[in-house]
């Protein structure tokens, strides 16, 4: 069980480590435990070079990068989401169906975005 991220008695930079642990501990989780994570990952670790080297400019870079990156935030909030909804009951309720399909409507849309920036930006450069 992780502790709580406002200890008693932490502050500054002893709040900011503390903060950092308990970060690098939901991205193991992630790894360990949500294929989804894992998969866009993957994805993301070829094609964030390929943004890098493809994108003119460090808006396009900034823009194809970041496209990627909004996956992984909302993927990781969408696990959280799910991890919560499934800890409450395992029974099916129409709320927590409805939390779940919301929260993959939220990475449908991220992919969505990556999708778009990725062709208006290499479009623009080979059409």
Same mark, same amino acid.
């Given at each position: 069980? *992780?502790?709580?991220?406002?200890?008693?008695? !932490?502050?500054?930079? !002893?709040?900011?480590?503390?903060?950092?642990?308990? *970060?690098?501990?939901?991205?193991?989780?992630?790894?360990?435990?949500?294929?989804?994570?894992?998969? &866009?990952?993957?994805?993301?670790?070829? %094609?964030?070079?390929?943004?890098?080297?493809?994108?003119?400019?460090?808006?396009?870079?900034?823009?194809?990068?970041?496209?990627?990156?909004?996956?992984?935030?909302? &993927?990781?909030?969408?696990?959280?989401?799910?991890?919560?909804?499934?800890?409450? *009951?395992?029974?099916?309720? !129409?709320?927590?169906?409805?939390?779940?399909?919301?929260?993959?409507?939220?990475?449908?849309?991220?992919?969505?975005?990556?999708?778009? !920036?990725? %062709?208006?930006? %290499?479009?623009?450069?080979?059409?």
């Amino acid at each position: 069980m *992780s502790a709580p991220i406002n200890k008693p008695g !932490t502050r500054g930079l !002893t709040h900011v480590i503390h903060a950092l642990g308990y *970060s690098l501990k939901g991205l193991r989780a992630a790894l360990r435990y949500e294929e989804a994570f894992r998969l &866009e990952l993957i994805a993301g670790m070829v %094609l964030m070079p390929l943004a890098l080297l493809l994108g003119d400019t460090g808006v396009e870079r900034a823009l194809l990068f970041g496209s990627l990156t909004l996956v992984l935030v909302v &993927e990781l909030i969408n696990s959280a989401i799910e991890a919560v909804v499934d800890r409450i *009951s395992v029974e099916y309720h !129409t709320l927590a169906g409805r939390a779940k399909d919301i929260g993959s409507a939220a990475v449908f849309m991220a992919m969505t975005n990556v999708i778009i !920036t990725w %062709l208006l930006i %290499l479009g623009a450069h080979w059409f």
